[in-house]
Structure formats: C-alpha cells, structure tokens
C-alpha cells in the first residue's frame, strides 16, 4: 500500500503540502512529476535542470522520483504503478488536469503556489488595493511548513521502474539554451540562498532601486517561485512582519492578484477581459513583430531588452512594461503575440502572471493601464538608465557612442549620431502614439453588442 505524490509546479521539500502530509503516512512514497500542459521553450530549460536536481536531493533519502511527458497518460501511469503496487493514497498540491475517477477518489490536493487559500476568497475583485487589502484583512496567510521527515525503512519504494524512470532532456539546437546557463543557478538550495542574499543585501533599498534597470535591485525570484522551488509563503512569512519591507510584499500581492483573477477568467490567455476589445485588431506589419522580437525596432531601450530576454530568459519588470506597450500601442500589434513571445521566452514564464500582466499593459484587463498611458521608450531610458550603462551592455553597436551624448535620445533627434549598424527606427513614436489614441478612444467609447443566440421555436 503506497502514497503516489503528483507534482507539477512544486519542485521542493520545504513547505511542500502534498510530500510533507505524505511523509506523516509512513508508508512507500512515489512521486511522479507530471508534464505541465502549457511550458514554453525557455522554462522547459529550467524545468529540466530542476528535475534533475530535486531527483538527486530526493535520493539522498532513498525517495523515488518519476516523471510523466503527457497528463492525458495518467490512467495508463496509475495501472503501471498499482500492477507493482498498490496505490492507497494520492496527494498533490493542485493540478492543471483532471484526474480519472478512480484517481479522484482517493487524491487529495494542497494548496502550495500562494500565500493565501482562494477559497477563502469570498468575491471577485478587479482592482488591487481593494484586493490586497481585503485579503490581509480578512484572510489569514499559510503558515509555512517544515520539511518532510524522511524515513528510509517505511517510505523507500525497492522497485525498478523502467516505463516513467527517464526524466525529460533539452535536445536538438545546445546554442541558445547554453547561453542562458551562466547567468542562473537552478533548484531549491539555490532558491534559498538568493533568498538569503536578497534579504541581507538588496531589500532595504528594493523601494528606491526597484525601477532601475540598469541596476540589480530586484531578487530574481521569479523561475523559483515559477517552479515552486521556494514556498511564497515562507518568503511572506518572513517579510510580512516588517512595515519596510511593505513594497516587497505588494509584489507578492500582485502575484496573487494575478491568480486571483486567472481563477476567475481561466481563458485569459486569449480572451481581453474587456469585452469592447474582443473583436478589435487591425491588420499589423509582420516584419514589426520580427524586429520586436529580435531587438531591431532602433528605440535602444527595447531592442536591449528584448536581447537580454533571449540571451538570458528574463528581464526587468519596468523593461516588459516599456516593450509590452511599445508592442501593442506603437506598432499596434495585438497583445497576445507579445504574451506567447514572452512566454516561450521566459525562465518564469507563469499561466497567470503572463498573460494577466499583458493585458493590463495593453489596457483590456483588470485595473489596467488607461490606453493614453503611453510608455516613452527614451524618456524611460533617460531616467532609469541614465547613463545608458544598460543599453551598452547588450547592443553592441552602441558600445562607442559618445558618453557625453545622451544615448535614448540624441540620435532621433540627429539621425547622423545613429552608427550606421545600427537599424533606423521602425516607427516614428509621436505620430503612431497618436495613431494609437484615437484608435483606442474609439473603442473604448464604443458599445458592446452582446448578440444572444436565436431561441428555436
Ligand atoms: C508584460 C509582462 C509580462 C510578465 N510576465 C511574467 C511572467 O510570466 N512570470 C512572472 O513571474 N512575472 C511576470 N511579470 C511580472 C514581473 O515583471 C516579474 O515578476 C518580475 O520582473 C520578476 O523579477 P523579480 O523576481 O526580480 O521581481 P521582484 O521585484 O524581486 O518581485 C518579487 C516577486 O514578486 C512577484 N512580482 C513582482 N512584480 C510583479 C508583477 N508586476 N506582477 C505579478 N507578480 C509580480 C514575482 O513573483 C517576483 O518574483 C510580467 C510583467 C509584465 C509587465
């Protein structure tokens, strides 16, 4: 008689809900990693490393790890498993499937992704502060929990499991994905110790340094938290408790929000929550949607930006806002191109925080930027990289401008100070920002017209 843990988005030992109650069991423990339906390239990277790893921290206390490449095989798994042993329990902490019957009857879940259970969610909010607010006020956080007591003689399984023993592996092109290798360190102790530092030297001046994207002011958590390989909770649990480390906290809460929301509208992916913006998009340039992707618009700020996404996987929050907007209200290209981009792009490319945060930049989501909010890539530039450090790091060709020149701005206003490398901007800013103005001050001055299917006779 065996506990069976299915993991998807938890790939640690503290705070885990789903290994820790399994633990209490004493009695064989299998863990199966089952394949999340939506992972783009980038966090398929992460998530292969991260196997790899939390399989060799569990073996060290004898615990079997297996790993299933499609959830719609779990039926074909589950017989696999009960024809050497018999599976009594299941647990998991939340899955992005639904489980056959006879699974369901004996599965239960966790909560583990979130500090807060959305259970105990009792309405539906569509503006953050009311949200955050109510939800400290009434709610209570998860308190963490500690690791699962491991205890060789009861919960080791002495079975070769041949069919679910492999676990998944990069292949095909090693060049893009290597690149990202230096630049991060993958699984739960890893995720510990950034947390450690982060605390101990960044988060007193998160406040201040925060938007600066020239600088590491952030804690670059996020393809932790993405893969679960640190608990949220435990990071709020240990922060809440001081009024400095408010903001820090608020950047949880809009990642809560974002499940919040996700929760209730699940098709957010595709569909504006905005219904005046469902059956909007005009006819866009392709070769637009290329340069963007490919950081050859010659606004410096989003071309960097766009490099160091795909040099690295990640990019600084005010950096997604200025390309987000740039991509939907400058060239005028519909949102969810720029959410798929992002998300085979991405380390900590998230089902909800993706697509939510990009419908709010693109204005049809929930307390969303007003569509005249119009990012100005230089303007950005000049203030939060002032002396163009940032944008120097990643594109080349403006290695030797001249530092006592302003680099955002200078060669649109003298087109002989752009190197001849690099490309002539795609788009002049102020006529397609008023393009954009007047388009989407039609829509949202327009009716919704909600055609309710003919009723037969
Ligand atoms: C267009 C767009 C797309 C985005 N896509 C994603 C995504 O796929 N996955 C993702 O995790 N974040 C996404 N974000 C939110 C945010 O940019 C990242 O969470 C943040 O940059 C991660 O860096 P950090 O860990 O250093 O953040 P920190 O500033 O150190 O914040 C700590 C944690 O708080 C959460 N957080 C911070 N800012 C936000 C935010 N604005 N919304 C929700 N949660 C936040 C993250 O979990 C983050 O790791 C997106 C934002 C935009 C504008």
């Known amino acids: 008689m065996a506990t069976l ?9 503290f705070d885990n809900p789903a290994l820790y109650n399994a633990s209490r069991r004493q009695k064989p423990i299998i863990i199966v990693h089952v394949m999340e339906k939506r992972l783009g390239s980038a966090s398929k990277w992460w998530l292969c490393e991260s196997l790899r790893l939390f399989r060799q921290q569990l073996n060290e206390s004898a615990i079997t790890l297996l790993h299933l490449s499609d959830s719609a095989d779990i039926q074909t798994m589950f017989e696999y498993l009960n024809d050497r042993i018999e599976i009594e329990t299941i647990y998991s902490n939340g899955l992005d499937f ?13 909560m583990a992704n979130l500090i807060f259970e959305p259970q105990d969610m009792t309405k539906e909010f569509k503006i953050f502060t009311p949200f955050w607010k109510f939800i400290r006020a009434n709610c209570s956080p998860v308190k963490p929990l500690s690791n699962p007591e491991w205890n060789r003689k009861n919960h080791h399984v002495d079975i070769e499991f041949d069919e679910y023993n492999e676990l998944p592996m990069m292949t095909g092109d090693t060049n893009w994905w290597n690149k990202m290798t230096p630049y991060w360190k993958i699984g739960e102790k890893a995720a510990q110790q950034r947390f450690k530092l982060f605390v101990k030297t960044k988060l007193s001046d998160y406040d201040y340094k925060r ?3 020239c600088e590491d002011g952030t804690s670059k958590l996020s393809p932790h938290l993405r893969f679960g390989e640190i608990s949220v909770r435990q990071m709020y649990d240990q922060l809440n408790i001081k009024k400095s480390n408010e903001r820090y906290c608020a950047e949880l809460g809009w990642r809560e929000f974002a499940y919040h929301v996700y929760r209730n509208h699940p098709d957010l992916t595709k569909i504006p929550l905005n219904p005046k913006y469902r059956n909007f998009w005009p006819e866009f340039n392709d070769d637009h949607l290329k340069a963007w992707k490919t950081g050859n618009t010659g606004y410096p700020v989003i071309d960097a930006a766009m490099r160091n996404l795909w040099a690295t996987g990640w990019m600084h929050n005010r950096l997604r806002m200025l390309v987000a907007s740039f991509l939907v209200k400058n060239l005028l290209i519909p949102w969810q191109h720029g959410e798929e981009w992002f998300y085979d792009c991405l380390v900590d490319a998230d089902p909800a925080v993706n697509p939510f945060s990009w419908q709010w930049v693109a204005g049809c989501g929930t307390d969303s930027v007003p569509y005249f909010r119009i990012f100005n890539p230089m303007l950005q530039g000049e203030k939060f990289d002032p002396q163009g450090i940032y944008v120097r790091e990643w594109l080349p060709e403006l290695v030797d401008f001249p530092t006592k020149r302003n680099i955002h701005q200078d060669m649109f206003k003298q087109p002989n100070l752009r190197p001849n490398n690099y490309p002539a901007p795609i788009i002049d800013f102020k006529s397609s920002r008023e393009r954009t103005l007047s388009t989407f ?3 949202v001055a327009s009716k919704v017209i909600n055609l309710k299917k003919p009723r037969l006779a």
């Open 441 to 443: 001050k039609a829509i």
């Open 98 to 110: 639904e489980l056959p019957d006879d699974m369901a009857n004996i599965h239960e879940s966790f």
């Open 5 to 13: 843990v299915l993991l998807q988005k938890d790939l640690r030992e």
């Open 211 to 213: 938007d600066f994207f």
